[in-house]
């Protein structure tokens, strides 16, 4: 056998087996035998087989689910709330040689700021203020992940689910509110019509010329009707007159 061709063989399977390409949003921690060497810039890198190995690392955004959480409010509301972490890796080589599995770390944590923070408040404060909710979780669980190497960026409430009762009982309190207003509203309009009524009803009081002309506006409008027969009970002269007055 052909010792240099056999040797030529091993050395190119060596080499080739050691080519590893780290892409532009990744980096890749070294270890020799076990031992954390340093962090791979991305492009084409080399390392040796059976000694080397490669541990990549995702330097973009991530997002994590928060699975939904049973949470009794501090009203007594029994909920089920979940939501959504974002969050990045600063610090490749803490990330991986601080914590394991530092995804799974993330998510327990959330979850439990989640139950500690939906669990201090009444339930009309998480519906009317998710964004403060998030920023209370996303700085209780930033504590912990800062000496990871990890940046959290922001945390979301997606949903927020109610028993049954509770829906209907909201519903109808809603209702009751849009009740409220409206008859407020009538109320105010029904009041402002009468203060326009009897300034209108002053205004026509100074003028006999004025109920007369007001008479015949009104005969005017029901004339329109082709249909409608007009019958005066009394003559327009028995309408009463301010003596001395100029018309």
Partial sequence: MNLPLFFSIVLGV?????????????????????KYVKTLQPGFR???????????????????????????????????????????????????LEVEEYDFAITQLSQAALRDV?????LDTIL?????????????VETETHHWGIEIIDVKIKDIQLPENMKRMMANQAEAERSRRARIILAEAEEQAAAKLLEAGLQIDRSPSA??????????????????????PFPEEVLPRQTGHSE
């Fill in 14 to 34: 060596i080499l080739l087996a050691g080519i590893r390409i780290v892409f532009e949003y990744k980096r890749a921690l070294k270890f020799r035998f076990g």
């Fill in 46 to 96: 080399w390392i040796i087989p059976l000694v080397e190995t490669i541990q990549v690392v995702d330097i973009r955004v991530i997002t994590i689910n928060i699975s939904s959480q049973e949470v009794m409010t501090e009203d007594n509301v029994p909920s089920s709330i979940d939501g959504v972490v974002f969050f990045k890796i600063n610090n490749p080589e803490k990330a991986v």
């Fill in 118 to 122: 939906c669990g201090k408040v009444e």
């Fill in 128 to 140: 009317s203020k998710r964004e403060e909710m998030g920023k209370n979780i996303k700085s209780i």
């Fill in 211 to 232: 109920i007369k002309l007001r008479l015949y506006q009104t005969l005017s409008n029901i004339a329109a009707e082709k249909n409608s027969t007009i019958l005066f």
